[in-house]
């Protein structure tokens, strides 16, 4: 069973930046692919981003995300970072962070709001 734990979301302003932080914790593999996905109002979830397990991981992203925002990972800590520069109010969503392709159960995620 794995347990994940998101957080750092909140409210900022059109532009500004946030850093959100997935712990995870119980029976991973050594190895997993860790991505990060949101869910906006109405809307299904959708992938933002992923990393690979390797040291320097090779990164994946979204074409609405890209350029803005950077996923990284600190793998002595199981712990998944997304930092995300020049938000904009498309960008509000509950963010969660899973394997990918996702296979763990779900965590409560984080709320982003982004103001206009």
């Known amino acids: 069973q794995v347990h994940l734990v998101e957080s750092g979301g909140g409210l900022v302003p059109a532009g500004g930046s946030l850093r959100l932080s997935c712990a995870v914790s119980g029976r991973t593999s050594s190895d997993y692919v860790a991505g990060w996905f949101r869910q906006a109002p109405g809307k299904e979830r959708e992938f933002v981003s992923a990393i690979t397990w390797s040291s320097g991981g090779t990164a994946a992203y979204a074409d609405s995300v890209k350029g803005r925002f950077t996923i990284s990972r600190d793998n002595a800590q199981n712990t998944v970072y997304l930092h995300m520069n020049s938000l904009n109010p498309e960008d509000t969503a509950v963010y969660y962070c899973?394997?990918?392709?996702?296979?763990?159960?779900w965590g409560q995620g984080t709320q982003v709001t982004v103001s206009s």
């Open positions: 899973n394997r990918w392709p996702p296979g763990w159960d």
